[in-house]
């Protein structure tokens, strides 16, 4: 995984795009989220464990940035790149990518490693923090989105 993932294609929904007539604001997360449950299977967090009720994952911060508008009939993908990895929790970043290549928003998080008997934060299995390790070394090669970390502001 030397590039950063890319999840199937997924088309907009109908009942998704708001009054203006584009993709309302709340489905650019579920898009976004589709994405990151395509590569959380890669590094054993997908379905298959979560669902055994144990362990699970919980968004601690999410960015998102509206690039430009994604209307009905389009196409995209989602990127997901990992930045950092700690023992509980790791830092990504994420790309829709409309089907003609270009960008129509970035996405940047923090994902948590959830025991869910408290809830409470808690270490990854070394099984899962191996595959994390191992993916963020390989993305470590690749340049940093000028839009990570960026601080809010108004363009004046």
């Not at 959830?114 to 809830?119: L, N, T, V």
Request: proline fraction near 7%; charge should be negative; charged fraction near 20%.
């Amino acid at each position: 995984m030397t590039e950063p993932y890319l999840s199937p294609p997924m088309e907009l929904q109908p009942d998704w795009i708001d009054q203006n007539g584009h993709l309302n604001m709340a489905y650019y997360g579920v898009l976004f989220d589709m994405g990151v449950d395509e590569a959380a299977r890669m590094f054993g967090l997908g379905w298959d464990y979560t669902s055994k009720g144990t362990h699970t994952t919980y968004s601690a911060e999410f960015r998102i940035r509206y690039v430009r508008e994604l209307h009905l009939g389009s196409t995209v993908r989602a990127s997901f790149r990992l930045l950092d990895v700690g023992p509980k929790a790791y830092h990504f970043c994420q790309e829709l990518i409309h089907s003609e290549g270009w960008v129509a928003a970035t996405g940047e998080g923090i994902s948590l490693h959830i025991d869910q008997s408290g809830p409470k934060v808690a270490p990854y299995p070394a099984e899962v923090k191996a595959k994390l390790d191992e993916v963020l070394a390989q993305h470590a090669a690749l340049p940093v989105p000028d839009w990570v970390g960026a601080p809010m502001r108004i363009r004046k």
